[in-house]
């Protein structure tokens, strides 16, 4: 009798030991979501990436916002270095020993960074799908190897259901943000007193500058004399190096008065089918125009790098030609051959 009682009693320490762990980390989740749902849902108006996909890789990566990873480096998605990064590293041990993780100086850059690291050529499936499409996304970043967890889309999934993500799917940002800067005072007092504020950080990059918007929906403001990557990287809160890889630019560029600068990158195609060259047009001035990427350019219309440019020449801007110069067949039967002559 007295070993009954005796294992009941360790029973039931243990299950009220796992339900206190368990409210626990129900309350750092949702503490987490509270501090990070409005730039969730930034993200998810300026790449077109669920917020609820966002906020569910962030807790489940960052373990809430304290892992090592997180807390030292600010590094709330675990990305890794890879070849083309170029700013702090750490390194921790994961698939392998010693991997090298990128360090940011604030936890909304790291929010930036993997929006940018979901728009490359791997991912490019994911933005065929809707918003609040959450599972369609969760499964995806499986297939497409964000993570070699074989449950990562299944976990991802619970994490969305369970603290109901997918609301924030079909917020507006202005929704939440003005719930905590809806006034110019605010976001002085906001910035000076909490820097970690992602919606005090919304208020200050549009209180600076004139925000604008392609037809194809990148960001972009119109640069003043003496605007460069590295004043413009204090003036909007961004880094220097997104200036320069957005607009395919040189460190030490200096933008002309007038000029678009894109705070997000280049697309793959432009709202416009075609352009027609103009005298002393360059391709990076052509790209410029229209928000593509040079590189986009030169293979829709089967060009070579550098190649020089002639007066009148025609070129594609949202369809790839074929070797003949024509367009695809495709494009000839839903006719999309609307010429612009910026």
Same mark, same amino acid.
């Given at each position: 009798m007295k070993t009954s009682f005796t294992r009941l009693f360790l029973f039931t320490c243990s299950f009220l030991t796992l339900l206190s762990a368990h409210a626990e980390n129900l309350a750092s989740a949702e503490e987490y979501i509270s501090t990070w749902k409005t730039e969730a849902v930034r993200q998810m108006h300026l790449y077109k990436i669920p917020a609820s996909i966002t906020l569910a890789q962030g807790i489940l990566e960052s373990g809430n916002g304290v892992s090592e990873l997180a807390k030292k480096s600010n590094n709330h998605f675990g990305i890794k270095c890879h070849a083309d990064w170029e700013g702090d590293r750490t390194y921790?041990?994961?698939?392998?020993?010693?991997?090298?993780?990128?360090?940011?100086?604030? +936890?909304?850059?790291?929010?930036?960074?993997?929006?940018?690291?979901?728009?490359?050529?791997?991912?490019?499936?994911?933005?065929?799908?809707?918003?609040?499409?959450?599972?369609?996304? @969760?499964?995806?970043?499986?297939?497409?190897?964000?993570?070699?967890?074989?449950?990562?889309?299944?976990?991802?999934?619970?994490?969305?259901?369970?603290?109901?993500?997918?609301?924030?799917?079909?917020?507006?940002?202005?929704?939440? @943000?003005?719930?905590?800067?809806?006034?110019?005072?605010?976001?002085?007092?906001?910035?000076?007193?909490?820097?970690?504020? +992602?919606?005090?950080?919304? $208020?200050?990059?549009?209180?600076?500058?004139?925000?604008?918007?392609?037809?194809?929906?990148?960001?972009?403001?119109?640069?003043?004399? $003496?605007?460069? +990557?590295?004043?413009?990287?204090?003036? !909007?809160?961004?880094?220097?190096?997104?200036?320069?890889?957005?607009?395919?630019?040189?460190?030490?560029?200096?933008?002309?008065?007038?000029?678009?600068?894109?705070?997000? +990158?280049?697309?793959?195609?432009?709202?416009?089918?075609?352009?027609?060259?103009?005298?002393?047009?360059? !391709?990076?001035e052509i790209s410029q125009i229209y928000g593509i990427k040079t590189s986009a350019v030169l293979r829709k219309n089967n060009l070579s790098k550098g190649v020089a440019l002639r007066i009148g020449q025609k070129l594609s801007l949202k369809w790839s030609l074929t070797k003949e110069g024509n367009l695809p067949w495709y494009a000839q039967i839903i006719n999309a051959g609307k010429t612009n002559l910026e």
């Open positions: 921790h041990d994961d698939d392998e020993k010693g991997e090298c993780f990128r360090v940011y100086d604030h +936890p909304r850059d790291s929010y930036e960074d993997h929006s940018q690291f979901l728009l490359r050529e791997r991912y490019a499936e994911l933005f065929d799908l809707d918003l609040d499409d959450y599972k369609g996304w @969760a499964k995806g970043l499986k297939k497409c190897g964000y993570a070699t967890n074989p449950k990562y889309s299944n976990l991802l999934i619970t994490l969305i259901e369970r603290h109901d993500l997918n609301r924030l799917d079909s917020e507006e940002l202005d929704d939440l @943000a003005m719930t905590s800067v809806n006034k110019k005072d605010d976001v002085k007092e906001n910035s000076e007193t909490n820097n970690n504020s +992602p919606s005090a950080y919304i $208020g200050i990059q549009r209180q600076r500058r004139d925000v604008r918007t392609t037809d194809h929906g990148i960001q972009y403001i119109i640069a003043r004399k $003496g605007d460069s +990557p590295k004043s413009l990287s204090n003036d !909007l809160e961004m880094m220097a190096w997104q200036f320069r890889r957005y607009n395919e630019v040189s460190k030490d560029y200096l933008f002309t008065d007038g000029e678009k600068v894109y705070l997000q +990158p280049k697309k793959n195609y432009a709202a416009y089918s075609w352009h027609v060259v103009r005298s002393g047009q360059t !391709l990076w």
